[in-house]
């Protein structure tokens, strides 16, 4: 059994909080796992209740760790684990976070199943493979080209190792389903590599990731080209994430340096394109954040993200950051278009 509150509070803004922004006082995991015995070395782990889940690399189901609260979800999982592979099936409700105490509940709109299967490839899984379904439904779907309900079914595989100098994670998926009684078609995909120079003084890293993720061609068209990415990693490219991963090209360079065992700096930069210049942009949770109509750009901005982390001790862990982004024609076209900069601290105690 495992039980973890949550408190949290949020000032200075003076426009409509989300679900992200603040619950309270509430409860953010509260389950229960049992392990029932199987045949051979496998073995079954059953769960239910309210916890935080995470497939993969976060591109569809993830915590929400960042800047907010994180998103917990209500349902059963149920996992099957041998020495090389690993089977999961779902089926969770998102929790809609509200202001106040103890009134958090599970969405009414959004219902999420599946099932992800993990194949590693060595003892240390850290080479390996992932192939998933994961079904969507949700009431009251969001997209520029309208509001209605949806149902979506998403076919992925990931590819993901680390060598020890070279690291690779590449990730590609398919998506099928309705919008508002009409057909749906989408798709994305996804790649990160970067190596490390473990011989060389401060022993940098470089790494490279790139997304390109399917937009709307034609909102007057009732058939919808949007990848729902359902409920993605908090921090998808960075402290700072302005802009979720639908209707996205985005490139994102970096370079880390270790100036002490236990210190890591990195500079990130990242640039931002519409893959289709007939939909809109959207944030983080999937919230329509400027609608392409009013514009033909396809550059939406820059940012520059420096970082940098210290492991204090073996619990205890020590962030901070500094980001800044810089609108480009597309948000100048559709609205107001200041620089947005953030500061940023975190410290994390684990045991």
Known sequence: MFVQ???????????????????????????VDVEVAVPGDASLQLSAGRKLVSFGSGRFIDRRYGTGVPLPFDGFEAILTGKTRRLTGFYLQPVDTRLGGFNDRR???????????????????????????????????IFDQGVGKQLAHTFGSRIFGDDGAWHWNVEAAFQLGTFAGHRSQAWGAGAETGYRFRSTPLRPEIALTADIVSGDGDPDDPKLGTLNSLFPNGKYFGALSPIGPRN?????????????????????????????????????P??????????????IGKQIELATSWQVTSELNLTASLSAFDPGPFIRDTGPARTIKMAGAQATFRF
């Open 5 to 31: 509150p949550i408190l949290s509070a949020i000032s200075g803004t003076d426009r409509m909080k989300g679900p992200a922004d603040t619950t309270g006082v509430d409860m953010l995991q509260a389950f």
């Open 107 to 141: 969405s009414r709109n959004k219902l999420v199943w599946g099932v992800y299967a993990t194949q590693w490839l060595d003892a240390k899984h850290l080479n390996g493979f992932d192939v998933y379904y994961i079904g969507l439904r949700d009431r009251n779907a």
């Open 248 to 284: 996205l090209i985005h490139v994102r360079p970096s370079i880390s340096v270790q100036p002490h065992k236990d210190v890591a700096v990195s500079l990130t930069v990242v640039a931002y394109w519409r893959q289709s210049t007939a939909d809109g942009i959207y944030s983080i």
């Open 286 to 299: 999937g919230l329509l954040v400027r609608s392409g109509r009013q514009s033909d750009a396809r550059f």
